[in-house]
């Protein structure tokens, strides 16, 4: 993949200006109370550089997917304000709207280095239509648009694309490195380079597979997809997921790996369970019954896979091992995260559900880059182009 060449903020005017800084601000919530704040904090460096250097700072971001019939009251970004305000120790000043008179008014009225925050981009249905009128509204409050929500950036939204056909784009600080670190692990990584896959679904991460296959030196595939790969090679997976319609491209998939020079790491021992419930009795063999579901990995698989972590020099992860949720089958996955917190690698973790189980292990601080973006870190690994990092790309 050709590293991209994005526009930095360090080329923009920034003194006196009007900056629209996306931001991602969809945090895990627990109603109006934020249960992790790390995209918060993540934000925090390309906020104050933009203060520092005088601009006016306007911050967009959406929250969850509020449908018509929702109440505004849990898609609001007032707890975002607060929380933010309290980490810059500096006021924050939240909008009711990210659009129309009332909010120009605000804006107009801000001094270099203010910041306001406006309300929830999703609140307006053509958002998501990318619709060039609301593009064009947003455009209108700013002299210039920052893009920093890496974690949006898979999405061609007006508050993450659209509005760049209207005002100059730069990347922001964040969005930068988790750039960069992609960029850097995929092109000129220090080997052996080690992938772990993992998640419910195959259909979802096929892309991914196909695409690390050819660059990594061990891809170890594990969760929920794993079983699809197992049933093509005609293993007995009891009830565990599948997806019947992919056999074929599982099989594939699977005579590829072996024309490769990649070695590819399926589990070759299970957590089963013959009810879906944390309390349910374990059995752990290397072979599935049919009336049995395999929920996680068992201890074999997780010692190779920490034997792989162990002698790499760069690791990137991305999808469950097991029913992590569950305490009871969260065994496998955990232990891969404290392995990667241990390791002497080059550890990239992809947001979205690994990177709440690196927070589940409390391993955070030990891993070299936790991205803020799941679905987008997943499409980057694909070798897609992103909406969001395409519009800052220098042509
Ligand atoms: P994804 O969104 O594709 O990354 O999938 C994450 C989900 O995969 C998590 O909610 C896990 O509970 C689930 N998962 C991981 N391993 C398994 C498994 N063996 N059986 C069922 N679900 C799994």
Redo the contacts with the bound molecule.
Sequence with gaps: MKKASIRSLNRAQLEGKRALVRVDFNVPMDGTTITDDARIKASIGTIQYLRDAGAKVILISHLGRPKAADSHDLFKLDPMGIRLAELLKSPVTKLDDCIGQKVEDMISHMKNGDIVLLENTRLHKEETQNDPSFSKSLANLGDLFVNDAFGAAHRAHSSTAGIADYLPAYAGLLLEKEIATLDQVLTTPKRPLVAII????IS??FAVLKNLLSKVDTLII??????TLLKAQGQEIGK??CEDTLLEDAKEFLNAAKASATTLILPTDHVCVTEFNGNAAQRISDTIKPNE????IGPKTTQDIMESIASANTVIW?????????DA?SKGTMQVAHALAKSHAFTVVGG???GAAIAKAGVEKQISHVSTG?GATLEYLEGKGLPGIEILENK
């Excluded at 993992?198 to 679904?201: E, L, T």
């Excluded at 594990?222 to 079983?227: D, K, S």
């Excluded at 579901?293 to 996680?296: F, G, L, Q, S």
Aim: proline share 3%; charged share 15%; hydrophobic share 35%.
């Design positions: 993992g998640g419910a679904k979802s991460k594990g969760g929920g997809m794993t079983y565990s997921l579901i395999a929920v996680d991305n999808g469950p091992l097991g029913v992590f949720e569950i089958f979205g559900d690994s799941g």
